[in-house]
């Protein structure tokens, strides 16, 4: 393995091996003319030529949301290759047996190939990975290559449920309306993957179909990472129960389309039991929002069962907002109501939805949009519909907003 160092153009040079070289001292047609520094063509023969290096995985440059990576490649001398070495940020990797360095010979006397396969952890931000090849002669050569981690921002998983035609309590006009029109948005103005979204309407959103979807399907796809959003717009209702946790002895249910408004306990869906729910799940952004009412009165999206005397003016101003509270605990548990425990929550034939789901979307879609951004954050929007429902319901209806979060918890975007 002798190789020569050749001149490629002015500023290049090159190396090839003895055996591709043909000697003259006759000038190459074509070939550019140099300076003649010794008269003949050869700059300078050397007996040896550092190793090369190449590089399967990952490209230069790349951007990975993932943490770990795989750095694949083989190095080559026909001297004899010694060892491989790889840094990253300056550290050299340590060359375990379970993980180490895989070596396969180049089926020759002397291991002239060494292939390489390492997994390496990458930290958030520019990584620098080094790769190094010493040959026999303790020659080397070396290549760099950049890798950017980007943060994981994860999926967005939506369940959307809107039920007005129920078994057997009376029917909504707009609550399905409201659920398609909040899909709506969450698949062609954000653009999340229909697939990442569950949308049950009607008589979709039985008792069985909503503990399947938001304890088991839920739990199983959204990740640590991944954000969840339930929207409700439906039948709320009340029922006395001591047990209920909360200091105004009621507990709220999420009415499904087969519930019993005679049996809550057995045919709906407790509210501690969503908040059970949200502590099963793994992710750090869960976003409840319901356009739906538990008020016991006998108008908007509530209704009063049979023999209920709760549903009197004077019990209403007593029904205590904690269960919205202990519902939001967690990280980056957000409940979005619309309105306090005891206001009715209104639908409006003039805007064709529930009051405020109808301000809701109006502000998601870039009216909530304070800082003129072009992202609506949770806390945006909300002060948008606190604004506008209370003026068109007469001050009769106020949003709700229970649970914190770290840093803005982005909901919308403006097109």
């Known amino acids: 393995g002798d190789w020569y160092r050749i001149q490629m153009s002015l500023n290049e040079v090159g190396w090839i091996a003895k055996h591709d070289v043909t000697e003259t001292s006759q000038p190459v047609k074509g070939a550019m003319p140099i300076p003649a520094i010794t008269g003949a063509p050869v ?28 750095l694949t490649g083989a190095a080559a001398s026909e001297k004899g290759m010694a060892r491989i070495e790889i840094r990253l940020n300056g550290q050299l990797v340590t060359q375990r047996e379970s993980r180490g360095i895989a070596v396969k010979s180049g089926g ?47 999926k967005i998983w939506a369940v959307v449920i809107g039920i007005s035609q129920y078994r057997a309590v009376q029917p909504l006009r707009y609550a399905d309306k409201d659920a398609l029109s909040f899909q709506e948005y969450l698949t062609q103005h954000i653009g999340i993957p229909k697939e990442q979204t569950t949308l049950l309407l009607n008589e979709q959103a039985t008792l069985m179909n909503l503990k399947r979807t938001l304890g088991t399907e839920l739990k199983r796809k959204a990740g640590e990472k991944d954000t969840v959003i339930v929207f409700y717009a439906g039948h709320g209702a009340p029922e006395a129960d001591a047990s209920a946790g909360d200091d105004d002895g009621l507990e709220k249910y999420i009415v499904p389309y087969d519930a019993d408004p005679r049996d809550l306990y057995t045919t709906a869906l407790p509210m501690r039991e969503i908040e059970t729910i949200f502590q099963r799940l793994t992710p750090e952004r869960i976003i409840f929002i319901s356009d739906s009412c538990y008020s016991g009165a006998t108008a908007g999206r509530t209704f009063a069962t049979a023999g209920r005397t709760f549903a009197t003016a004077s019990r209403r101003a007593i029904v205590s907002e904690n269960f919205l509270t202990r519902l939001s605990k967690g990280k980056g548990r957000v409940v979005l109501t619309a309105s306090k425990a005891s206001e009715v ?24 949009d304070a800082d003129k951004d072009g992202i609506v954050t949770v806390d945006e929007v909300y002060a948008y519909v606190s604004k506008k429902v209370p003026e068109v319901t007469g001050q009769n209806q106020h949003p709700v907003k229970k649970g914190e979060v770290e840093g803005q918890l982005v909901l919308g975007q403006v097109r």
């Open 43 to 70: 700059v300078k023969l050397f007996q040896n030529a550092p190793p090369v290096i190449a590089l399967a995985t990952p490209s230069d440059g790349i951007e990975v949301s993932v943490e770990r990576i795989s």
């Open 108 to 154: 020759t006397d002397i291991q002239t190939n060494l292939e390489f396969a390492e997994r390496l952890v990458l930290h958030e931000g520019i990584n620098q990975i080094v790769v190094t090849a010493i040959d026999q002669e303790n020659l080397s050569a070396s290549r760099t290559l950049n890798v950017t981690r980007i943060a994981d921002r994860g």
């Open 345 to 368: 929550s209104e639908e409006r034939e003039d805007l064709g939805h529930g009051v405020f789901t109808y301000y809701l979307l109006e502000g998601l879609k870039g009216k909530a």
